[in-house]
């Protein structure tokens, strides 16, 4: 078997992954009828079509040519999504003062033109922005130096 | 005649100090953002919609449709000056304002743009006063099953209009629908799918699945092929149209804002639909129609109308049905429902005020766009010349904020990052985010008027084709997506799409 459109082959798998998830975990819940339903009622049927999507999808992708996926962007995706996490991480424990500087170079650091520089500068001038609108001005429980630094 | 009362009852509410000044600061807001390429009006209501929360109800609706009308203005000019649509709907506007812009006409486009939307913007206005109220009474009359039938036709048109394969565009609905379902059931109290994780309990909100899908999933992707970016920027001389352009253009608007209203009404379509149609039609209609894609200002006016018509009468079923239509009326139900408003049929006659600012607060809104825009411009221009790479860090910061301070949890920031790889990777796999933004809106409420007109049917699934009302609306739904299997219609919707992207 060779497959002929990975686009197709792997959103499938992708559904059938989340779809028997669904029925699989909705099993722990009562079903009820479809005259009092249950809590795994709806999901249920969700999950089965799902799966009926999904394999549909990986079948077709063994018959007809279709798209390849393309290389990922993975400097990117860790970057990005990593300086989001780590902001999540941090911002209680540091404060805001820290974690959106640590946010801002890293997620700047995956794009090609990055350069020191500008960067810190505008990691600097955004948190003064920040904490002065979102922390004292609309009141967002945030400290700006948090209790790791004694804040 | 009670329309004139009741447009007079809302032009009391919105014109009050405040509500201009947040009206005033929506539009403002709307636009700056929603000029910065890459950011639809989706991705700016999440951005946006933490900052309404410290206002009351009918303050933070204003302001949220003035953000509205302002990111889809502010995508309209970036598609006309450096033909990077921020969304769908401002997709044909870059085919003839490109062009249009490099031919030295960016002012002429900009007006024709501003000038139509503001046509529309009146006009969908008065629609929405006079079909709002006899639709609110037609929805009064609606049992579950209608509700739920109605869910369907607009999911299914959700899926006729999604880019790429109808197959993958279900699947994404499904899976929609079933990320909707996580967290407590309201009729059985039980927590579903929660993993233990008490933040779950909740649900997932959609603005963090929003932010991560549109925001997040969408610099990943850009961050690709960064070198392609370029932002050279046309002159911009005369922003005031020649008297040939009037001529031309005038015919154009009102076409578009006819098209556009009525499309922007159906559940589902929002003004998608009104741009795509309102391009075609006036290709076929108008006798410069051949040189289209060339720079002619009715391929700029007809569909700008039509979008901005559709955005304004898609209000419709999401204020009288409680029913949104598209991702961003989906992003305002959430809002009302946050400031403790039940969208539906009620709101009309029991708050009348709210539901009346509104719709004018929409005319004043368009009002404040065409004063605010045309002097504006060079700011705005200054915004689009923004180089990306210092533009997305930014973006990220009030993402990540914003989502925090939804329910001041840190929680919701590990879950946008989850949803941005998601989105990513659906992206790369052609599978639109769209739909699957509104089936997770419509998951909670499809299943509860399910399991009521089951229940009220006795556990007979054919109530939904008894009842009239429900029967024709499902049929409208397979209808919708038999559609699609017609081959001429399928190529048109391709070539649709191709001429979008292309």
Request: aromatic residues 10%; glycine residues 12%.
């Amino acid at each position: 078997m060779i497959i002929r459109s990975p686009k197709d082959f792997w959103a499938g798998l992708i559904y059938i992954l989340f779809g028997s998830a669904a029925i699989l975990v909705g099993r722990d819940y009562p079903i009820g009828t479809a005259f009092r339903m249950g809590p795994a009622y709806f999901p249920t049927i969700l999950g089965g079509l799902l799966f009926v999507i999904g394999a549909i999808s990986v079948i077709r992708s063994f018959i007809i040519v279709g798209d390849s996926v393309g290389p990922f962007a993975m400097r990117g995706l860790v970057l990005v999504t990593g300086s989001i996490f780590l902001f999540g991480y941090f911002v209680r424990g540091l404060g805001v003062a820290l974690a959106l500087p640590i946010l801002i170079i890293i997620s700047g650091y995956a794009s090609t033109k990055f350069r020191w520089g500008p960067t810190i500068i505008m990691a600097v001038g955004l948190t003064v922005f920040c904490v002065l609108v979102f922390l004292k001005g609309l009141g967002i429980p945030l400290p700006v130096l948090g209790p790791w630094l004694g804040g | 005649m009670d329309l004139i009362g009741n447009l007079s009852l809302g032009l009391q509410t919105s014109a009050s100090l405040a509500n201009l000044f947040y009206c005033f600061v929506g539009v403002f807001l709307g636009t700056a953002i929603g000029v910065l390429p890459g950011l639809g009006p989706t991705a700016t209501i999440a951005m946006l919609l933490p900052v309404t929360f410290v206002l009351p109800p009918v303050t933070a609706l204003i302001m949220l449709a003035g953000i509205y009308y302002g990111s889809q203005y502010g995508g309209s000019t970036t598609s006309i000056l450096v033909n990077l649509p921020g969304e769908a709907a401002s997709v044909v506007t870059t085919l003839d304002g490109y062009q249009m812009a490099r031919k030295g006409r960016a002012g002429a486009a900009l007006a024709a743009s501003a000038i139509g939307s503001f046509f529309a913007g009146t006009v969908a206005t008065l629609v929405i006063a006079a079909f709002g109220p006899p639709m609110a009474n037609m929805a009064l009359k609606f049992g579950p099953a209608e509700y739920f039938s109605l869910m369907v036709m607009g999911l299914a048109a959700s899926i006729v209009l999604a880019q790429g394969s109808l197959l993958h565009a279900i699947g994404m609905v499904v899976l929609g629908l079933l990320l909707g379902l996580i967290g407590t059931d309201v009729t059985s109290g039980t927590q579903r799918y929660t993993f233990g994780i008490f933040e779950l309990a909740d649900g997932i909100g959609f603005v963090t699945v929003a932010m991560g899908m549109f925001g997040l999933g969408e610099i990943i992707r850009n961050l690709e092929n960064e070198e392609e970016r370029s932002v050279a920027i046309s002159k911009i001389t005369s922003l005031w149209p020649t008297k040939e352009d009037w001529r031309r253009m005038m015919p154009s608007i009102f076409r578009g804002t006819v098209i556009g209203s009525v499309l922007g009404i159906l559940p589902g379509s929002g003004s998608i639909l009104g741009s795509f149609a309102a391009y075609s039609i006036e290709k076929k209609v108008s006798k410069y129609g051949s040189q289209f894609g060339k720079g002619m200002i009715e391929g700029v006016a007809a569909p700008e109308s039509a979008n901005n018509a559709g955005a304004q009468t898609s209000f419709i079923p999401m204020l009288t049905l409680g029913i949104p239509s598209n991702p961003v009326s989906a992003l305002m139900v959430g809002a009302m429902i946050i400031h403790g408003i039940q969208p539906g049929p009620s709101v009309i006659s029991e708050q009348p005020a709210l539901f009346w600012g509104i719709v004018v607060s929409m005319w004043i809104g368009n009002l404040m766009l065409i004063i605010l825009n045309l002097p504006l411009i060079g700011m705005w221009v200054r915004m689009i010349m923004i180089p990306y790479h210092f533009l997305y860090p930014g973006i990220l910061v009030f993402c990540a904020i914003g989502v925090f301070s939804l329910k001041n949890a840190e929680f919701d920031i590990y879950l946008m990052g989850l949803f941005g790889v998601l989105g990513y990777i659906f992206a790369k796999l052609g599978c639109e985010a769209a739909p699957m933004l509104l089936a997770f809106i419509l998951g909670p409420l499809m299943e509860e008027y399910l399991r009521r007109a089951m229940l009220l049917s006795r556990g007979s699934p054919w109530v939904f084709l008894q009842r009239p009302i429900s029967a024709t609306l499902l049929v409208i739904a397979v209808l919708a997506l038999c559609s699609v299997l017609i081959p001429s219609f399928s190529k048109t919707r391709e070539e649709a799409f191709v001429e979008g992207a292309g």
